[in-house]
């Protein structure tokens, strides 16, 4: 099923508002509470770990909360708008702290992150949730998951390039009023491009649900649990995205003091274009050569650039080239993955309805931001604590074993994730090749049966219930 050229960019623009917001809060943030608040960096690592874990068992509960919507306007929209709000007021709060000081400080940052978290939850899961009901047709569904995936990396672009510079503009030289009014326009922008998303994609009403058996948080854990190939899938995601949020998180930190040339990080975050155009040659890489040697090189090519970068750091820091390169090379790796790794959810769900009768697409989205809430969780634990063990001060010149510690962490630490991330998809991930152009063929065949005949109480066709991989 083809979706319409305005669904489909109306759709993917959404992603421009929303991942402007928790890419600058994912690259900024830290170095605003350590280099602008002066918040101890153990402390700020810690609040990252337990707000992520946090945020991490809400998503399942929110995944079930959109799953048992039922209303006129359908399951999907009305919570999108409900977040979207939200969330936008809590990232100007966010950046804003009344002129607060020491333990008053820690407190009301502790408060405002947390909320932050679990608003976005309430605007992240059901967006994606929409996503797979786009369309079922394998091939369109390529086309369409890249696009917002496209505009999530315009929004990296665009904050992690010019970011710093719009905070020292706004500010005239102070920083802190100068994130405060950088998240007003950031905010301002996420509600126009949500509007743009929810006023003109489609969407079916629930009412007609209204007899189906409610999710429960029990039925919602075994959806999860017993989808083998989500959980594999959840096992490559994580270790991929725990490698590129150890790598953006002290990205900060490796240019402005291992390097010495701050300069050079919008330089590297600008490389991000590349990100967009692997995405938007994906489709047509996976028809060339498989999706599964897609994802072969998606992992290689970060392997690839963050030696380059480690090897720079050594031989020529200042080398914008050299910056560059790692970037372009890194980037485009990254691209191939969010390419692969977004059609695949989809591909999860399908495969659970197959196997068990029920969609279930909010819970198992659910479980794609609960992975990217984990991998953060993670991340900002290892930034913080870790900055710390390494000995960093901040806004003074670092230690040999400071700037060796920064020197690994940033390149070293995030190949082997990237190489786990490999292996996990090699041997355990299924649905590629044939048996995914199988499991293509059977859920069409269960659509069109479900259309002509009531389903059994179970919901699933007898011979679909023995369908494996």
């Not at 928790?22 to 770990?49: E, K, M, Q, R």
């Not at 405060?180 to 998303?197: D, E, H, M």
Request: proline share 3%; hydrophobic share 50%.
């Amino acid at each position: 099923m083809k979706v319409p050229f305005r669904e489909k960019y109306a759709f993917g623009v959404g992603a421009l508002g929303k991942d402007a917001v928790i890419c600058f809060v994912n690259t900024f943030l830290l170095f605003y509470y350590t280099d602008v608040l002066y918040l101890s960096p153990a402390f700020v690592g810690t609040l990252f770990f337990g707000a992520r874990v946090w945020d991490a068992i809400n998503d399942p509960v929110m995944g079930m909360i959109i799953d048992n919507t039922r209303t006129r306007f359908g399951k999907f929209r009305i919570w999108l708008v409900i977040g979207t709000v939200l969330n936008a007021i809590v990232f100007v709060l966010l950046f804003t702290t009344f002129n607060l000081t020491g333990g008053s400080l820690y407190l009301y940052c502790t408060i405002m992150y947390v909320i932050f978290g679990m608003t976005y939850t309430v605007m992240d899961v059901p967006y994606w949730s929409w996503l797979p009901n786009l369309t079922s047709d394998p091939e369109e569904r390529e086309r369409v998951s890249v696009l917002p995936r496209i505009f999530a990396s315009l929004a990296g672009l665009l904050t992690g390039t010019f970011g710093l510079q719009a905070v020292n503009l706004l500010g005239s030289g102070d920083q802190m009023k100068g994130f405060q009014l950088i998240a007003v326009l950031i905010a301002i922008a996420f509600i126009i491009f949500i509007g743009i998303t929810v006023t003109n994609v489609p969407e079916a009403s629930t009412l007609d649900q209204q007899n189906a058996p409610k999710l429960t948080m029990k039925k919602a854990v075994q959806v999860i649990k017993s989808n083998d190939q989500l959980l594999a899938f959840i096992g490559l995601l994580l270790t991929f995205n725990l490698s590129m949020q150890i790598m953006n998180g002290f990205m900060i930190y490796y240019f402005k003091y291992v390097t010495g040339n701050e300069a050079l990080f919008s330089l590297f975050f600008f490389t991000i274009f590349a990100e967009m155009l692997g995405l938007m040659l994906f489709p047509k890489i996976s028809r060339k050569i498989s999706r599964e040697k897609t994802y072969i090189l998606a992992c290689l090519l970060p392997v690839i650039g963050l030696l380059i970068l480690f090897v720079a750091g050594f031989i020529a820091p200042t080398n914008a080239i050299f910056a560059m390169a790692a970037g372009l090379v890194l980037k485009f790796g990254s691209g191939l993955s969010l390419g692969v790794t977004t059609v695949s959810i989809a591909d999860c769900i399908d495969y659970g309805e197959i196997k068990f009768g029920t969609r279930n697409e909010s819970i198992i989205c659910s479980a794609q931001t609960f992975l990217m809430k984990s991998s953060q969780a993670v991340a900002g634990l290892l930034t913080g604590v870790g900055l710390s063990i390494v000995g960093y001060v901040p806004n003074a010149a670092q230690s040999a074993t400071a700037i060796l510690g920064i020197r690994l962490l940033t390149c070293i630490v995030p190949i082997f994730c990237v190489i786990f991330s490999y292996l996990i998809y090699k041997n355990w991930y299924k649905l590629k090749g044939q048996r995914l152009l199988d499991l293509s063929k059977r859920i069409t065949k269960f659509h069109s049966e479900a259309n002509k005949t009531q389903k059994t109480n179970e919901g699933v066709l007898e011979e679909d219930v023995n369908f494996e991989v």
